[in-house]
Each structure stands twice: as structure tokens, then as C-alpha cells.
């Protein structure tokens, strides 16, 4: 690892090379999240049905720039979120385990899962503003509208115009279940890459590079999807809703469950694994790169200039 600003800065450069290529399927997983919002089963509307289906009629209707709604937004919060998780996470385990084992080096499951946990709850509420004025753009639409539809120029015009109407509250609306969200996703996502790295290195003798960063990449995404998403299905509501729909995580989830039944909890699964596989794969695979870009950086700035001989 580089030192924590540059594992920072590398996190984040690599979260928005990821996000630049699966924003799209972020967008149809929203909109799927929302459609037949409180609705019974029956009355709920189709107008997405998964993630190429979604992507077709969005493009079809807005063109790309629908598609694309709310990317300045994914950006900043990719920046946050994956800077403190990729930033944090690693001094954080390092002085757990030489606190609690007496060996900075040594893993433990129990101490990585809590440190992916904090730094990226530490990341979500950073962040949580900006992903709620993404969550309000991506779900924005003149053609089929689904949920509670909000009309933002921009990003900036859709912070203000929140700020306006309901001061700093109301730009974090929301940030309990984004914690939740990034907090069981983060528990999972670098200790099982890290995991299924050592046991890729150790079973099947698989040499550091490209194979061994996407393989693992692979399995931590599939885990982050199933463990993170019906929290994010609460989360994509609460920063859609408009006035006091839901009083809070549980509150939604109990008015979700009843209405729609359990399953609605884990709609637009199939437009989030899509998004999630590519986004891990490629936000770790270039974490890897950009860190050791940015450690080498650090060694050319930080290490003193050789003392020249007389």
C-alpha cells in the first residue's frame, strides 16, 4: 500500500474509470428499484424488466444522456466512498491487528470485515448527499416516469434546491440506510477479495497480474451483490421519496415487504449484479494499478535527494 492519501487518491481515480462503464445499468437498477413503488402485485407497472432491456428503453426514449443522468453526482460520491474505503481500510486493519495480535501483518476476519465495514460507512456519509441527488436524476424521466420524480437542471441545481427547502437535513436524508448499505457491503468486499486472492495464490498457484485481480474481483462482487442489496433497494426509496413517505429504514422496509412482498426488497437485483460485477472487478483490478502508480509517485516526492559526492 502507498500511504493512506495516496491509497486515497487511488481508490478513487480507479472508482471512476469503474463507474464511467457501468453507470448505465446503475440507472436501470434505480428506476427498477422505484416502479411499482407501495403498489400491490398486479398494479405494479413493467416498464424495465432487467438490466439490456432497461438500458434499450432508456436509450431508446432519452438517448444517451438519459442513460448517463447524474454521473457528475456518481463521480464525487465514487470518489468518497471508495477513497475512504481503499484509503482507510488498510492502516486501519495494520494498527487493529498489531493492537489486537501483536502483528501488524497478520489477517483476521473478524478484524478486516470491521475495518471494510467503518471505512466505508466513514465513505457513505461522506458521500450520502451527492448520492442523493444522483438517485433523484437517474430516476428523472419525461417518457416513463417511476416513483416520485424531481425536476433538477443539474446536480448543483438539485443540492440547492434541497438545501433551500429542507437545510442540511434534508441532503442527508436517507444517510442511516446508506451506512447500512456501504457498511455490509464494505464488510464484505476487500476481505473477500483479499480472501479469494490468498486462496487463488495458494490452491490453483495463481502469480500476481491481471488473472489474479479479476478472478478475485469476480467473487468479491458477487458476494458485495446479495449482501448489499435489499438494504440498497431501502436506500434508492428513501432518497426518492418526496415529504415524510417513510419515517425511516425499518418503517420502509415494513411498508416494502407488506405491499409488495418480501421479494420487492431485491428488485433490479439482475441491473445490480450487472453493475457490480464490472464496477469490483474494475475498481479493484485499477485500484491495484493506480496504487502502485501512486507509490511510485510517492517515492520520487517523498525520498530525500540523494546526497551528491565531492
Known sequence: MSTTAGAFIAGGIA??????ATHPFETVK?????QGE????????????GP??????IVRNEGIRGIYRGIGCA?????????CRLGF??????????????????QNLGINMFCGAASGIMGAAAGSPFFLVKTRLQSFSPFLPVGTQHRYRNALDGLSQIFRAEG????????????????????VQLPTYFFAKRRLQKHLGMEEGAPLHLASSTASGFVVCVVMHPPDTIMSRLYNQNGNLYKGVFDCLAKTIKT??????????FPHLARILPHTILTLSLAEQTNKLMKKLEERILSPPETQSI
Not at 439490456?52 to 428503453?57: F, I, K, N, P, Y
Not at 486493519?93 to 498489531?98: N, P, Q, S
Not at 442540511?168 to 464488510?187: C, E, K, N, P, W
Request: glycine share 14%; aromatic share 10%.
Open 30 to 34: 434505480i428506476r427498477m428499484q422505484l
Open 260 to 269: 409488495e412482498g418480501f421479494f420487492a426488497i431485491y428488485k433490479g437485483v
Open 75 to 83: 463521480y464525487i460520491y465514487q470518489v468518497l466512498l471508495n477513497g
Open 89 to 106: 481500510y488498510e492502516p486501519m486493519r495494520a494498527g487493529l491487528a498489531k493492537l489486537m495480535l501483536n502483528d501488524a501483518a497478520k
Open 52 to 57: 439490456l432491456h432497461g438500458v434499450s428503453v
Open 15 to 20: 472508482a471512476c474509470g469503474a463507474v464511467t
Open 38 to 49: 407501495l403498489q400491490t402485485k398486479g398494479h405494479q407497472p413493467h416498464h424495465y424488466r
Open 168 to 187: 442540511v437535513r434534508g441532503l442527508y436524508r436517507g444517510v442511516g440506510a446508506a451506512m447500512i448499505r456501504t457498511g455490509f457491503g464494505s464488510s
